[in-house]
């Protein structure tokens, strides 16, 4: 018997029905337009000609003016920059275990550097006069003598700085790690493949969609470059999360040579590192610590003395090393004084400024060795987070700025209480002002930092919320001892 064949008559009307439901609700809003547009025609075939052409002048301008306020309406939205959150911020705090007292660096500079007393007695001399205390902290690998910079133990020491600041960001915030939508981690010497910013989406599992990014080689000033990289993000990215991770990896930067201007960072260097979190979405704007204002940028690269005054190179031994040039105060200087001609008209209220140009006028015109006038700062900033890079720097931006001793409390409490972090160090001073219970609703801080390049760069802030003095920040077991009276010279 021949095999029965299928009912091709239900088939091919079920093709049909299908199709007619597919055009009814593609076609939905299209179809629901005719009856409109015929009730519509049959009301003007009802109107005498002059109410007809009232009707059309009255659609006229009502659609010119709603055309008109929508267009008003979308230009002002398009260009209004979308307002930046600093929700909250994590700094890392290294175990006791890593603390480095004077007298255990010295020890083992003596035995590492037994063959050349001169850049022992060097180094001490560094650190007497270095601003820093007794409890800052090396990554374990350099307490060993010889110290052992293996890319493993770098390694140990980026998971165990970074994590632990992410960890603790996670834990303030209450983010999820499928939250963040953009990564920046910013180290300046130490750059593995793969990436410190893939280690991290390791770790965590973010979204495969994440935007991260790595940057490197850009000193401590880097920090300042990734809150600018993040803005401009946030920017084109609504309704966004973005997860910033400063820090210096010190292990493999340890130098073992003899060259004093590469001598230099070992004494002032130290573990540290932060992560912060910004955010677009309005809903943080109650919750969220801190504005962006502003963020300026100045960099001198152009100029071979800037770019050659921090410069990690090789020593006549092979080893390699970071060399400090004795013009990098003189060049900082310089910078600054870009940084602050460029942010100056952003900030500073119009007294001054009229002050500051009535000065450059008169230079100009009637005698050119008027001295400068230096505007008032402090009338535009409540804080100040200078760069804990040393005490020279500190001194120096004092004296330029005319700041008080208090304006300069923040940063001279992290060099003594944790070192030169690097990127971090700003980090750590707002921490420690937070922690003095000195923020205000509506305060303004100014940061600024300064890096390889040579870069000087700022960033301003204005206080959301009153901020109580938090308890686990890295300042909560020793807030109450600061400040301290820091000696010109500690004899060792």
């Not at 919750?287 to 100029?303: E, I, M, Q």
């Not at 940084?339 to 015109?365: C, H, W, Y």
């Not at 535009?380 to 931006?397: K, N, P, Q």
């Not at 700025?401 to 971090?424: C, I, K």
Request: include cysteine; hydrophobic fraction near 40%.
């Amino acid at each position: 018997m021949p095999p029965i064949l299928p009912d091709f008559s239900s088939t091919v009307r079920l093709k049909y029905v299908k199709l007619g439901y597919q055009t009814l609700v593609n076609h939905f809003f299209y179809l629901l337009l005719i009856p409109l547009l015929l009730a519509f025609t049959v009301e003007i075939l009802r109107t005498g000609p002059q109410e007809l052409l009232n009707l059309y002048l009255d659609l006229a301008v009502v659609l010119s003016s709603s055309f008109l306020i929508t267009s008003v309406a979308t230009v002002y939205f398009m260009s209004k920059p979308r307002t930046v959150y600093l929700v909250d911020y994590a700094c890392y705090k290294p175990p006791v275990t890593c603390r480095v007292p004077f007298s255990t660096f010295m020890e083992h500079s003596r035995l590492i550097l037994k063959d050349n007393p001169k850049s022992v007695e060097f180094q001490m001399r560094i650190l007497e006069r270095s601003g820093l205390g007794e409890e800052t902290c090396l990554p374990p690998a350099i307490h060993y003598i010889p110290p052992k910079p293996t890319m493993e133990s770098a390694r140990g020491e980026a998971e165990l700085v970074i994590f632990s600041a992410v960890d603790s960001l996670f834990e303030r915030t209450g983010l999820k790690p499928r939250d963040i939508d953009i990564l920046i981690v910013n180290c300046s010497l130490f750059s593995p493949t793969p990436s410190l910013s893939a280690m991290v989406v390791n770790k965590y599992k973010l979204r495969s969609n994440v935007k991260s990014f790595n940057l490197s080689g850009m000193g401590c000033s880097a920090g300042m470059i990734s809150i600018d990289l993040a803005r401009d993000l946030l920017q084109v990215h609504p309704n966004s999360n973005a997860v910033v991770v400063s820090t210096e990896i010190i292990t493999p930067n340890y130098y073992q040579g003899k060259e004093r201007a590469m001598l230099l960072p070992n004494c002032l260097f130290r573990m540290g590192g932060a992560a912060i979190l910004l955010s677009n979405r309005r809903s943080h704007r109650s919750r969220a610590k801190y504005r962006l204002v502003h963020v300026v940028r100045t960099h001198k690269g152009g100029d071979d003395k800037a770019y050659r005054c921090v410069y990690e190179e090789e020593d006549r031994e092979g080893k390699v090393g970071i060399n400090l040039s004795k013009d990098l105060m003189a060049i900082a200087g310089e910078a600054l004084k870009s940084n602050i001609t460029t942010i100056g008209p952003l900030v500073l209220p119009a007294s001054e400024q009229l002050l500051f140009l009535m000065t450059l006028i008169g230079r100009k015109i009637f005698n050119p060795k008027w001295k400068p006038y230096i505007p008032d700062f402090k009338q535009a900033f409540e804080h100040f987070c200078i760069h804990a890079g040393g005490r020279a720097v500190i001194d120096e931006l004092q004296k330029n700025l005319q700041l008080s001793a208090e304006h300069v409390e923040a940063s001279r409490m992290t060099l003594h209480r944790f070192g030169n972090t690097s990127s971090s160090s700003l980090w750590y001073e707002l921490s420690y002002i937070e922690a003095k219970g000195r923020m205000r609703r509506g305060d303004r801080v100014w940061q600024i930092a300064f890096g390889s390049g040579f870069k000087c760069n700022s960033a301003v802030w204005k206080c959301n919320r009153t901020i109580k003095s938090p308890t686990d920040c890295p300042w909560a077991d020793c807030i109450d001892r600061y400040p301290v009276h820091i000696p010109e010279v500690v004899k060792l």
